[in-house]
Antibody, heavy 120, light 108 residues
């Protein structure tokens, strides 16, 4: 059974960089059939797709966040990571990692999510 | 980007009743590139439906999806207490992938 688990600091100061890692188990991140993505959910609000990465390192991002986002992959560790720069309180959210298909990009496996609070 | 509008915001129904949830797109999402998710409190979203009408693995046949183009529907027959959740639609026909704002289903 595929499992995804997010990890990283739960508190980030304004203007700093949010960094999270998603560890994948029960399957290979190097599969040619999938993208690996990040989705966030502010408390009490809806879902926002941040961006996704293929095992080769090819990425695509939500234009609304593109200037601040970098997603990278480490196939040797079966992990992928998110960096979001210059954070503000508006970036406070539960951050989920998830898997989508290469051609059909709905998300079939999700991590439980990790709450990141932006506060001084 | 494609904006998805879900209605109603909240649906309050009794066990055994039928729930009908709507998702309308600001433009066509292409060849039925629409998914539905269920999110219970404190949990990750769970994929219910993809391709507008195909049930994901392990999803009971009480859940069904329909629609194409810009108008989509999720129907839940014979509601059970465990169906209490927020339901989101997501389009993946055109990047950026976008989600609706959700419909909350309450079981009386």
């Amino acid at each position: 059974q595929l499992q995804l688990q997010e990890s990283g600091p739960g508190l980030v100061k304004p203007s700093e960089t949010l960094s999270l890692t998603c560890s994948v188990s029960g399957g290979s991140i190097s599969s040619s059939s999938y993208y690996w993505g990040w989705i966030r959910q502010p408390p009490g609000k809806g879902l926002e797709w941040i961006g996704s990465i293929y095992y080769t390192g090819s990425t695509y991002y939500n234009p609304s966040l593109k200037s601040r986002v970098t997603i990278s992959v480490d196939t040797s560790k079966n992990q992928f990571s998110l960096k979001l720069t210059s954070v503000t309180a508006a970036d406070t959210a539960v951050y989920h990692c998830a898997r989508s298909g290469y051609y059909v990009r709905y998300f079939d496996y999700w991590g439980q999510g990790t709450l990141v609070t932006v506060s001084s | 980007e494609i904006v998805l509008t879900q209605s109603p915001g909240t649906l309050s129904l009794s066990p055994g009743e039928r729930a009908t949830l709507s998702c309308r797109a600001s433009q066509s999402v292409g060849s039925s590139y629409l998914a539905w998710y269920q999110q219970k409190s404190g949990q990750a979203p769970r994929l219910l439906i993809y391709g507008a009408s195909s049930r994901a693995t392990g999803i009971p046949d009480r859940f069904s999806g329909s629609g194409s183009g810009t108008d989509f529907t999720l129907t839940i027959r014979r509601l059970e207490p465990e169906d209490s959740a927020v339901y989101y639609c997501q389009q993946y026909g055109r990047s950026p992938e976008t989600f609706g704002q959700g419909t909350k289903v309450e079981i009386k």
